[in-house]
């Protein structure tokens, strides 16, 4: 028995040997033709089988390992103890889905096993999904239509320059619609809610926003009239009648440009309100407001009155002869000229006003009749001195007034006059050519910032008997002192011609005109009045 026992021993043992060496003989195929076929991103996969190969090459040398390892085969796959070798199946089945195909093809399996085999391993929930910025609809403001005549027309056989002469009646047209739908915008998106809010009081609301209730009225009239005189075709014949009987409502435009620069005034005063910027900042990053704030908005009508000149010296041009337009444009442009420059010489007027109320007199001497006998403004702005003093400067009708801008008790802009006034009838203006070297010590280096040059500068000195003042100034930039020059000799010129023409109104007239040459001569010179006695 003992020898039977030892030969089913042996022939037990026998048998385990040649099954384990044909386990790995298969297990070194499959790992070399894994190494040959399998790409990077199974490696880790590769790696697992070369220890389930490592197992049972030590299974070879110890056998008790082996019959160790039997019971928790079983309990795993539930299969009898000659199908042990889950390792080989296991490289068997792997060695049979990895195929010999091109690479690209095992580098997606490669992938998707590894993902398959990471998710079972440990769960992880998916990344979200970076979120998408989104974009204000304030950094898309509205656009206002770009339509033109030729594109509301199916057909036309009309010429080039009638269809440009159509061309500029549509823009008249549509410039009226959009006119009225941006100050409907402001009275209800503006005037509305600040009332409402009680951001700012109804006087001062008034105040800003003037009249301009009374204009939407005048436009819906004018567009009316307009869209009437468009026929079947959409063609506009004779305009000119139409326009010459509109115009003259434009004189409401004289008291709302008249109100604008104190409204102007008033409305930067109130922006340093937190709750009225705050508001018109909200309201002005809006897609309805195009990115313009209020002013822009209440500046609209002067800008469209300012227009109608154009429009109508280019629908003059595009009218051909023999039109009925031809006779009536000219009439017509002559009276909205005429309106214009009312317009702008009754704006002149209220803000000459405007800012002569502001000056505050530091000294008697500095109150110049000139400066109380003006009635316009040529032009104001900011200069800077030879001592690197900000001046904001004013030429008036007949004085030039240099100041220091600052604020009242209250807030309110004021300009405190800096110096001596000019008046311009005894002006001298030096131009100050680019690059002059800045010598005389007249600069003392303000204007040129540690440089030998100087640029956008010049002076203005008076030449009367009294004591001579004289003042270099510079411009910010050179268009800005051409217009400083410009407006200077205008204004000199035009002051010395009304100067002249004063005294020859005030000189008394002679009742012989053999004695008028006797006011040119000189009293201390006997012997030209007894020349003259003699005659």
Known sequence: MEVEDSYE??????????????????????????????PDPV?????????????????????????????????????????????VVKSNSLTGVISPVKTPALKRIGQSISRSISFRTE???????????????????????????????????????????????????????????DLSLVKKVYYEPML???????????????????????????????????????????????????????????????????????LDHKKQEKRVEQFLRLCQESSFSRKLDLWNFLDLPRSRLVKYPLLLKEIQKCTPAEHPDEFTLPNALEVIQ????????????????????????????????????????YCHGELKSNKGLRLHVFLFELALVLTRPGEDREGGHVFQVYRQPLPNASLNLEVIPDGEAAGGGSFRGAFTGGNDKVKNCFRVSSRGRSKAHSYSLQANDSFSKQQWITCLRQAVVQSRDRKAHSRQLL???????????????????????ADVTSR
Not at 12 to 31: G, L, P, V
Not at 166 to 175: A, D, M, N, P, S
Not at 196 to 210: A, C, P, T, V
Not at 344 to 360: D, M, P
Request: aromatic share 6%.
């Open 196 to 266: 409402k809010l009680d951001i700012m009081s109804e006087s001062e609301l008034r105040h800003i926003f003037g009249t301009l209730d009374s204009l939407i009225p005048l436009h819906e009239d004018l567009l009316s009239r307009l869209e009437r005189l468009r026929g079947s075709k959409k063609t506009v014949g004779e305009v000119a009648p139409t326009l010459m009987n509109w115009f003259p409502c434009l004189e409401a435009y004289v008291a709302y440009c008249c109100n604008q620069v104190e409204a102007k005034a008033l």
């Open 9 to 38: 021993t042996r022939t037990s043992w026998s048998q385990r040997a040649r099954e384990a060496q044909s386990t790995s003989t298969i297990c070194d195929h499959a790992k070399k033709r894994k190494q040959h076929l399998t």
């Open 338 to 377: 005429s309106i214009v420059a009312e317009v702008n010489k009754k704006t002149g007027e209220a803000e000459c006003q405007f800012y002569r109320r502001g000056l505050i007199y530091l000294e008697d001497f500095q109150r110049l009749p000139e400066i109380q006998q003006s009635r316009f403004l």
């Open 123 to 181: 769960v992880r929930p998916l990344p979200t999904p970076p979120m998408r910025a989104r974009t204000k609809g304030t950094s898309f403001p509205r656009r206002r239509n770009s339509q033109c005549w030729s594109d509301t027309v199916d057909s036309h056989n009309l010429t080039a320059k009638e269809i440009r002469r159509q061309e500029v009646i549509y823009e008249l047209t549509e410039g009226e619609r959009q006119l009225i739908e």
């Open 43 to 87: 490696i880790r996969i590769i790696e697992n089988d070369d220890d389930d190969d490592d197992d049972e090459e030590e299974e070879e040398e110890e056998p008790q390992v082996e019959d160790e390892m039997l019971p928790q085969l079983m309990d795993d796959s539930e299969e009898p103890s000659n199908k042990r070798v889950k390792p």
């Open 507 to 529: 000189a008394p007239p002679h009742a012989d005109p053999s004695l008028c040459h006797i006011a040119d001569l000189s009293l201390s010179c006997d012997a030209e009045m």
